[in-house]
């Protein structure tokens, strides 16, 4: 069943951010992961919620999108990200009817 990770993060520092930006893709592709959205446009709809970027990949499975975000090679990566960003992220199942 497809999953859906779902990531909104706050730039803290948006020089050192974009090699987060560069080298990520590479890692989630060879997990089978595909983007989405990415950083595009958000609007708040309903409530207060005001996120500034989202991103939403997409995963096979759940047990695939975990693989990759404990992997050794998206690793140093998360550290960057983590350095450089404020990140809030859920995965969640599809739905296996659509």
């Known amino acids: 069943m497809s999953a859906y990770l779902i990531v909104e993060i706050v730039v803290k520092d948006h020089e050192n951010y974009e090699a987060v930006k560069k080298l990520t ?3 989630v592709a060879q997990f089978g992961g595909k983007y989405l959205a990415r950083g595009g446009m958000t609007e708040t709809l309903e409530g207060t919620w005001n996120p500034l ?5 997409e995963f096979d499975s759940i ?4 693989n990759w975000w404990n992997s050794d ?26």
């Open 53 to 57: 970027r989202i991103v939403i990949i």
């Open 25 to 27: 893709p590479p890692t």
């Open 73 to 98: 090679i998206y690793a140093p990566i998360k550290k960057m990200r983590q350095a450089f960003a404020i990140t809030n992220m859920i995965i969640t199942e599809g739905n296996p009817l659509i």
């Open 63 to 66: 047990e695939m999108a975990k």
